[in-house]
């Protein structure tokens, strides 16, 4: 447009406007151009073309200046609202940036804060495995111990007492605790306690209850048992005396007579079988209470397994039937029957059993060397500055306990007087069986054996 209305301005080459001054150069008169008019009047038209030309032009420069100076305004107005909304957005766009960093600020707070809750919950998981670990072997060791005393219950029963059904009640009670542990190092354990057990369940055992039921039935008998001097003597039937014949009789009669009454001058006894002495009402009862404490005695040693002394008892028992109560009676004969097959049985095995198994297994486990698990806690990471966490101390492992100490009172056999015919005594003191020592030899008061004092 610029370039089009550059043309429409610029004057033509050969014409020039009617306003405008001659130019000195060409003001040289003209005497051979006569028809000057002619030329003036073709050139007119065009002049007015270019003014109408130059009009419009002007005009389309106007309308053209006044539509840019428009478009220009309204451009102007349109760019400031834009740069007004531009700034608004820009201020809008700040607001929301400052808002994202304060949200990522937030966002890296909490993240930090997780990261510290997160390093801290580690290792307080870390702690509490450590602890888990540390108890599983505290309750692991408790219970090495509780089988270890049962163990050692169960051999002092079977060889201090010999009560082999004791000790497969604690044998079966421990492998019944380790059967509610899942532990490994247990398995083996419970392996040897479960043949251990076998091992009992098949060996011989003694009845116990039927033996003193025995015993108790001979306790009851002892007021119906007769005492030998009081047995009826045997009846002699005199015959009818004869009256002699003839000499002969007579003199062999008289014979007969004589060696009668000197047979009643001397009198031949057996010293090693004396006569049954008259015994006075208070010491008989006396040797039926006696007799009966040899019996209870012994009724207390099948419950100890106490064979030496109830083999004593038995035998001092039958020596006081057969001299001082009538053998020719049922109920006294019964009872040296009774008491001849109760002496036949033994009490205590030759060589008691030993659990070997369990306890090389026991100490096996017991000697094993503690493993320390220290609990590792992850540090925070370093943007974030979490809190230290300290890991718990692992509470202390407690020692493995030593076996159960053997001790029991020796057995405390309430051993007669000197003879059967002492004084009783009294019914609180009747003879105690406390638990036998576990030394390999027990002591026993030595059995006495003096008849008692016969009174005339």
């Known amino acids: 447009m610029t370039e089009e209305t550059a043309a429409l301005t610029s004057p033509p080459p050969t014409t020039r406007s009617e306003g405008s001054a001659p130019e000195p150069e060409s003001m040289e008169p003209e005497t051979t151009q006569a028809p000057a008019e002619p030329q003036g009047r073709k050139s007119s038209p065009l002049v007015v073309v270019l003014l109408i030309g130059l009009l419009i032009a002007f005009g389309a420069i106007g309308w053209l200046w006044q539509q840019g100076r428009t478009q220009n305004a309204s451009l102007r107005q349109d760019l400031a609202s834009r740069l007004d909304s531009s ?4 201020r809008d766009a700040r607001a929301a940036a400052r808002q994202g960093q304060d949200a990522v600020a937030d966002l890296q707070r909490r993240l930090s804060a997780t990261e510290a809750a997160l390093a801290e919950t580690r290792g307080q998981q870390s702690a509490i495995e450590a602890l888990y670990q540390s108890l599983a072997r505290s309750r692991e060791d408790q219970l090495l111990v509780e089988v ?25 009670a421990a492998e019944a605790r380790l059967g509610k542990s899942d532990a490994a190092p247990l398995v083996h354990l419970r392996k040897a306690l479960l043949t251990d057990i076998e091992m009992l369940a098949g060996s011989p055992r003694l009845d116990v209850s039927g033996t003193a039921a025995r015993i108790e039935v001979l306790v009851s008998a002892i007021d119906r048992m007769p005492l030998a001097f009081m047995a009826p003597p045997p009846e002699m039937h005199a015959a009818a005396p004869d009256m002699p014949a003839s000499f002969p009789d007579k003199v062999k009669r008289v014979f007969r007579d004589l060696w009668s009454e000197l047979r009643t001058l001397v009198r031949v006894e057996r010293l090693d079988r004396p ?30 397994q106490d064979d030496r002394t109830y083999q004593t008892d038995l035998r001092l028992a039958s020596e006081w ?16 029957e009774q008491l001849a097959a109760l002496a036949k049985l033994r009490l ?46 692992q509470p202390a492992r407690p020692p493995a306990a030593s076996a ?19 004084d009783p005594p009294a019914a609180h003191d009747a003879p105690a069986h406390a638990a036998p020592a576990p030394a390999a030899t027990e002591a026993h008061p030595a059995p006495t054996h003096d008849a008692p004092a016969a009174a005339h």
Do not use: W
């Open 148 to 172: 270890e005393q049962a163990v050692g219950l169960a051999m002092q029963q079977l060889q201090l007492a010999g009560n082999v059904e004791a000790a497969l009640a604690a044998l079966r």
């Open 275 to 304: 006569d049954p002495a008259f015994l006075s009402p208070s010491q008989e009862v006396f040797l039926r209470e006696n007799l009966r404490l040899r019996l209870l005695s012994a009724r207390l040693s099948v419950l100890a």
């Open 404 to 422: 159960p100490e053997k001790a029991s009172a020796a057995p405390a056999h309430a051993a007669p007087s000197a003879g059967p015919l002492a």
């Open 87 to 90: 700034d608004g957005i820009a």
């Open 321 to 336: 039937l057969r001299m001082y109560f009538d053998s020719e009676s049922e109920v006294v004969r019964n009872a040296l």
């Open 348 to 393: 205590a095995p030759d060589e008691a059993p030993v659990l070997q198994e369990t306890y090389k297994r026991l100490r096996a486990l017991q000697d094993r060397k503690p493993v320390a698990v220290a609990p590792t806690v992850e540090a925070a990471p370093a943007a974030s500055a979490a809190p230290a966490v300290a890991a718990d101390d």
